[in-house]
């Protein structure tokens, strides 16, 4: 059977998938945001001299590595609300969850970056009487940020693309959006085509933003 | 040897251990205000693992240091303070890479002793200049040769003001032509009579700078004494096989 491909349904379905990508970044943004937050503490309790913000931290992140994601978003919005008694709106709980996620993997990525920078920057810091904290601040964390950038854009793509798992507690982001519009027209060619270019869109243009970010960084530190 | 009342560095008893290996076992040594002290020793012998104990940058052991009346070690002391006092100078410069070269210095003033900006700019530019690299203030660490870069590392620690520096092989990662550069600003801080600890491999400098001149080995000092004497009838026989070895190096 021959595809009737019709070019005119992918432009029609632009405008409600539209609604879908808004809510996609907001989702994204947010829970990156709130993420990256959360990945930096974790991180550094990672690299901190104390066992118990390590342990913590060894068990934050294992614990989402090592379970699916979707798995967590159930949790979070079927099974948490029967313990708490509070239930979580969609959007809400779509946040949190990539939040939670991404924080865990950028953790490691933090980590990494924090540990590859030699000892001996600490130690120079240390040696004209900065504090462990100032140390961090002022000399290895602008040097570590600056690995994170590629590793950080992988994540955020990652996130991104995540998103679209939140379509089973009905979040109605782009991936929903065109589930729904499916249902009514039956054009599943033209509309999971449409979803997919606006995907690469946006993961494309992180990609994009970030290397842009990586150069000016890399130009101000004169290299 | 000079004698003091009030020594800048003390250590007493100084015992280090890494797991199983003993690496320091035993120190003694007093530093007196203005003194030049080169240490030298085979490699592994424990230079390092001392000098970086006399800014706390090992933990150690058992025993004592104290530096210009400070107990390093003594939980009560300020180590951040302490630190100020004391400044190293590493092999591999461990210059901040993403800072130019007058932030690199002013960094210490700014962040630790609170000193506004403009204020802590021209100390820095008169370190720089100090050490001949006044030009190079806006330049960034790795726009510069390695003595250079080991001027600056020096210019970074004098922004402190400490009273005591300290030095772990300063020429050893340098291009022979651009050693001389960095043993001169190091010659002129001595003769200014700062009070400086340097582990070197460099003989002749240690022959015509150093008050005193010391031999580890084996976690120990084993001699001590005025360069002359020292270089010119070492008593340890482990000392005399070092400095032939290292004469004919
Ligand atoms: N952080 C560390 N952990 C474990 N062992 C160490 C550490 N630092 C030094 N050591 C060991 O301590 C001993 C003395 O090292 P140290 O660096 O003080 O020697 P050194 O006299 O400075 O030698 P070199 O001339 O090669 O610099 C060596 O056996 C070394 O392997
Ligand atoms: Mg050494």
Redo the contacts with the bound molecule.
């Keep these: 059977m021959a595809l009737d491909f019709q070019a005119s349904v992918m432009w029609e379905s632009v405008p409600l998938l539209l609604g879908g990508v808004h809510l996609t970044i907001i989702i994204t943004l947010g829970g990156l945001a709130i993420g990256f937050v959360l990945g930096t503490a974790t991180g550094l309790a990672k690299t901190a001299r104390g066992r118990l913000p390590r342990a913590v931290a060894d068990i934050y992140v294992e614990a989402i590595r090592g379970t699916p994601l979707i798995v967590q978003v159930m949790f979070l919005y079927f099974g948490v609300p029967l313990a708490t008694g509070m239930r979580i709106p969609p959007v809400t709980a779509g946040i949190i969850a990539i939040a939670v996620n991404s924080g865990a993997y950028i953790a490691e990525i933090v980590r990494g970056a924090i540990e590859s920078i030699d000892v001996g920057q600490s130690e120079a810091g240390r040696s004209i009487g900065l504090t462990r904290m100032q140390t961090m601040l002022y000399v290895v964390w602008p040097q570590a940020f600056r690995r994170m950038i590629p590793p950080l854009g992988n994540q955020f793509i990652i996130s991104l693309k995540d998103t679209s798992l939140l379509v089973v507690i009905g979040v109605g982001e782009l991936t929903r959006q065109g589930q729904e519009i499916i249902a009514v027209n039956f054009r599943a060619f033209e509309v999971w085509l449409t979803v997919a270019v606006m995907y690469l869109v946006m993961t494309l243009s992180i990609a994009r933003v970030l290397r842009v970010y990586e150069r000016r960084l890399n130009a101000r530190f004169g290299r | 040897m000079k004698t003091c009342e009030t020594p800048m560095i003390e250590i007493r008893n100084l015992h ?1 251990t ?2 199983k ?1 003993e ?2 076992r035993g120190i003694d040594l007093t530093v007196c205000p203005g003194e030049v002290v080169v240490i030298i ?12 104990c006399i800014n706390r940058l ?1 933990e150690i052991t058992s025993g004592k240091v104290i530096v210009d009346g400070h107990d390093l070690y003594d939980p009560a002391t300020d180590i951040n303070y302490v630190r100020t006092e004391a400044g190293m100078v590493f ?1 591999q410069f461990n210059l901040f890479p993403h800072m130019c070269v007058l932030d690199n210095v002013t960094l210490g003033p700014i962040r630790v002793r609170r000193t506004p900006r403009a204020e802590a700019d021209r100390l820095g530019l008169a370190l720089l200049e100090k050490v001949g690299l006044a030009d190079k203030a806006a330049a960034y660490p790795d726009q510069l040769s390695g003595g250079q870069k080991q001027r600056v590392a020096i210019a970074r620690s004098l922004a402190m003001q400490p009273k005591v520096l300290l030095f ?2 300063p020429t ?1 990662a340098l291009d022979p032509e651009l050693v001389g550069e960095v043993l001169e600003v190091m010659r002129a801080l001595a003769l200014e009579g700062m009070t400086m600890v340097i ?1 070197t ?1 460099e003989m002749g400098f240690a022959r015509e700078v150093a008050d005193r001149v010391i031999f ?1 080995d084996q ?1 120990r000092i084993q001699e001590q004494g005025p360069p002359d004497e020292f270089f010119s009838a070492p008593k340890n026989p482990r000392l005399r096989e070092f400095l032939g070895r290292v004469r004919h190096a």
């Design positions: 280090k890494f797991g290996n690496v320091l020793g085979p490699s592994g012998s424990g230079k390092s693992t001392a000098l970086r090992e092999q772990d092989e050893s582990v491999h580890i976690g």
